[in-house]
């Protein structure tokens, strides 16, 4: 069974700051990793896809890495803002049950 | 707007009602899941339907039913329900269950509160 283990729980950084969320799992076998941001009581919206074939994918001042090797993916932000604050949420779809399994986030504040 | 639209926004319902969650996208997509997201637990999958299939129940309770009518609308039924499933529910979407670029879409959620 596929489990999904996000470090930190919890982040608060001065605004400017480069952060890095980690995400691992455990079952290498994977079709997709997918980071997504919530918002406080909001829907969850999708950031980044990072296909099994791929090594990493960028967006603006975001950049996600997979190396599945080592079951591990890490979701870099560069130039933190407060609107940056929420919880970031990394997905990973295993192979053969096409079933996401969801880590437990990292709430992140950033402060000006 | 992520195209996925979730009604009612909040709810509060009576462990004896019958009630139903709504939802609707307007992306084209195949597949539809409903989530359940509780505090300090990770979301949890409930069903999954594609091209209107159920494919997934993941031992979701009875009082818990879904429906899916076509592909475009998806609804949660829910009767005589527990204060512990009081919870943020998450409907999402994508282009078809499988496919290793198929990303999800979320909804807003619904808060609901079972009294």
């Known amino acids: 069974k596929q489990e999904v283990t996000q470090i930190p729980a919890a982040l608060s950084v001065p605004e400017g700051e480069n952060l890095v969320l980690n995400c691992s799992f455990t079952d290498s076998a994977i079709y997709n990793l997918q980071w997504f941001r919530q918002d406080p009581g909001k829907g969850l919206t999708s950031l980044l896809l990072?296909?099994?074939?791929?090594r990493e994918q960028t967006s603006g001042r975001l950049n996600a890495s997979l190396d599945k090797s080592s079951g591990r993916s890490t979701l870099y932000i560069a130039a933190s803002q407060p609107g940056d604050s929420a919880t970031y949420l990394c997905?990973?779809?295993?192979?053969?049950?096409?079933?996401?399994?969801f880590g437990r986030g990292t709430s992140l504040i950033v402060h000006p | 707007e992520t195209g996925v639209t979730q009604t009612p926004r909040h709810l509060v319902m009576g462990m004896t009602n019958k009630k139903s969650l709504k939802c609707e996208q307007h992306?084209?997509?195949?597949?539809m899941y409903w989530y359940k997201q509780s505090a300090k637990k990770p979301l949890e999958l409930m069903f999954v339907?594609?091209?209107?299939?159920?494919?997934e129940n993941n031992s979701v309770p009875s009082r818990f039913s879904p429906e899916c009518p076509n592909s475009s609308h998806l609804f949660l039924h829910l009767h005589t329900l527990q204060p512990e499933d009081s919870a943020l529910y998450l409907c999402?979407?994508?282009?078809?269950?499988?496919?290793?670029?198929?990303?999800?879409?979320f909804g807003p959620g619904t808060r609901l509160t079972v009294t």
């Open positions: 992306l084209g997509h195949n597949a």
């Open positions: 999402a979407s994508s282009q078809d269950r499988g496919g290793a670029s198929y990303e999800q879409y």
């Open positions: 997905a990973v779809t295993s192979g053969g049950s096409y079933i996401p399994t």
């Open positions: 990072i296909q099994s074939s791929q």
């Open positions: 339907y594609n091209f209107k299939e159920q494919t």
